[in-house]
């Protein structure tokens, strides 16, 4: 099986990037993926907190710190801004840095309602400059070989998608979102939501459930079913009960196919055998028949050497960024995929208080 394990290099001077948002996620996911990135040199550093953004410029190797984003951007005049921060400052400060003439990588959700998330693509389209939203999950390797295998002719057409993905629901409002579920979904369930269109296209109406016996904290499991523009199906399974930090997508194919990633660490391939030449193994048990028959897969596991930032898709997220700058492939998702994802996720919302199908386009309407 080909794998989608790297990025090329574009070869190109480094970006000049500042960094926005010296937190949780920047320092355990982003800051130690850098070092992985010749094409980035970190220039500046910017947090409220200044110990923080000290700490970060020199765990980086030396970088100017800030803790006032504009006085950063005069004195440092970056070419990126990476913003990492919560969605309260991620929409107002990733405004002022594309006015600035920064191209800007913003961490999800890019917003805390849909209208904030378009007027960054809107701005970033007025100006010229790549906007990309944080989605590490569609950039890690195990993901970008499914979405290839998937893409093929052999594969057929994706019919199917089911994303689980886990998470709690907060039990006070987080980031300030009401009803509690927002929280959620803005944090969390938005990840599979945009894996779901990185394979099947735009959504068109969204109906979402959730479990309402037994006493799960926050709330109990919710599962949400999306119907595709192109007429296709996502299954979300948001699961507010997990043993550990599931993450899981199978995408099912018209030609009697499927690919599986379990944890972001292992990709199956599974396609008829009478399809690919290889024998079927006989079962253990012949008289059976078909139900104990064992099938031929083709798998694929994250190298055990490859560093967590790298299998998780925060390296190859970063590198997908700095050569869409340098004049790439156009990085994705976009601020458009964001602005997308929003109303995904406030059609899911609205499902779950009225009981009914929310189209993407009621939403669209309203809250655009
Ligand atoms: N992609 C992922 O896997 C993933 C995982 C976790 C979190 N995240 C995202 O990362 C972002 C940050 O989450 P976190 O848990 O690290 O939050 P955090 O609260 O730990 O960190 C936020 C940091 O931003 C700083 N900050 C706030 N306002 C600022 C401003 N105006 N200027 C400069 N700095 C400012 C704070 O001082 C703090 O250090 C969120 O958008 C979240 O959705 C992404």
């Given at each position: 099986m080909?794998?989608?394990?790297?990025?090329?290099?574009?070869?190109?001077?480094?970006?000049?990037?500042?960094?926005?948002?010296?937190?949780?996620?920047?320092?355990?996911?982003?800051?130690?993926?850098?070092?992985?990135?010749?094409?980035?040199?970190?220039?500046?550093?910017?947090?409220?907190?200044?110990?923080?953004?000290?700490?970060?410029?020199?765990?980086?190797?030396?970088?100017?710190?800030?803790?006032?984003?504009?006085?950063?951007?005069?004195?440092?005049?970056?070419?990126?801004?990476?913003?990492?921060?919560?969605?309260?400052?991620?929409?107002?400060?990733?405004?002022?840095?594309?006015?600035?003439?920064?191209?800007?990588?913003?961490?999800?959700?890019?917003?805390?309602?849909?209208?904030?998330?378009?007027?960054?693509?809107?701005?970033?389209?007025?100006?010229?400059?790549?906007?990309?939203?944080?989605?590490?999950?569609?950039?890690?390797?195990?993901?970008?070989?499914?979405?290839?295998i998937?893409?093929?002719?052999e594969f057929g057409?994706?019919t199917t998608?089911f994303?689980k993905?886990?998470?709690?629901?907060?039990?006070?409002?987080?980031?300030?979102?009401?009803?509690?579920?927002?929280?959620?979904?803005?944090?969390?369930?938005?990840?599979?939501?945009?894996?779901?269109?990185?394979?099947?296209?735009?959504?068109?109406?969204?109906?979402?459930?959730?479990?309402?016996?037994?006493?799960?904290?926050?709330?109990?499991?919710?599962?949400?079913?999306?119907?595709?523009?192109?007429?296709?199906?996502?299954v979300?399974d948001?699961?507010?009960?997990?043993?550990?930090?599931?993450?899981r997508t199978t995408i099912t194919g018209s030609a009697g196919t499927s690919v599986d990633v379990v944890?972001?660490?292992r990709v199956t391939y599974l396609q008829r055998p009478e399809d690919t030449g290889h024998r079927r193994v006989e079962p253990a048990q012949p008289e059976f028949g078909m139900f104990y028959e064992v099938m031929p897969a083709q798998t694929w596991q994250?190298?055990?050497?490859?560093?967590?930032?790298?299998?998780?898709?925060?390296?190859?997220?970063?590198?997908?960024?700095?050569?869409?700058?340098?004049?790439?492939?156009?990085?994705?998702?976009?601020?458009?995929?964001?602005?997308?994802?929003?109303?995904?996720?406030?059609?899911?919302?609205?499902?779950?208080?009225?009981?009914?199908?929310?189209?993407?386009?009621?939403?669209?309407?309203?809250?655009?």
């Amino acid at each position: 099986m080909r794998t989608e394990d790297s990025v090329p290099e574009s070869g190109l001077s480094p970006v000049r990037v500042a960094l926005v948002g010296c937190g949780r996620h920047a320092s355990i996911c982003i800051h130690p993926s850098l070092p992985y990135l010749p094409q980035i040199q970190v220039v500046a550093v910017c947090d409220l907190d200044q110990s923080r953004a000290r700490a970060t410029a020199e765990r980086l190797g030396g970088a100017a710190v800030y803790t006032k984003t504009a006085r950063m951007l005069a004195a440092e005049q970056p070419e990126a801004v990476i913003a990492i921060g919560p969605p309260a400052m991620q929409n107002p400060v990733g405004q002022e840095c594309l006015a600035h003439g920064c191209h800007l990588l913003i961490d999800k959700p890019p917003g805390l309602c849909p209208a904030d998330a378009r007027q960054l693509a809107e701005a970033a389209d007025a100006a010229g400059l790549i906007g990309q939203v944080g989605h590490n999950q569609r950039h890690s390797p195990a993901m970008r070989t499914a979405r290839r295998i998937a893409a093929s002719a052999e594969f057929g057409e994706p019919t199917t998608v089911f994303a689980k993905y886990c998470g709690e629901i907060p039990t006070e409002p987080f980031w300030g979102l009401e009803p509690l579920v927002r929280g959620l979904l803005y944090y969390q369930a938005v990840h599979p939501v945009d894996t779901s269109r990185s394979i099947l296209g735009e959504i068109d109406t969204v109906t979402a459930y959730q479990v309402q016996s037994g006493s799960v904290p926050g709330g109990g499991p919710i599962v949400v079913m999306l119907e595709f523009v192109n007429g296709t199906l996502a299954v979300l399974d948001q699961n507010t009960a997990t043993p550990y930090f599931q993450v899981r997508t199978t995408i099912t194919g018209s030609a009697g196919t499927s690919v599986d990633v379990v944890d972001l660490d292992r990709v199956t391939y599974l396609q008829r055998p009478e399809d690919t030449g290889h024998r079927r193994v006989e079962p253990a048990q012949p008289e059976f028949g078909m139900f104990y028959e064992v099938m031929p897969a083709q798998t694929w596991q994250v190298p055990r050497q490859y560093p967590a930032e790298k299998a998780w898709g925060y390296v190859d997220q970063l590198a997908a960024f700095a050569a869409a700058v340098r004049g790439g492939e156009p990085a994705k998702p976009t601020l458009w995929d964001g602005y997308q994802n929003l109303l995904a996720l406030e059609a899911i919302s609205r499902s779950l208080t009225t009981g009914r199908p929310v189209p993407i386009d009621e939403i669209r309407t309203e809250l655009g």
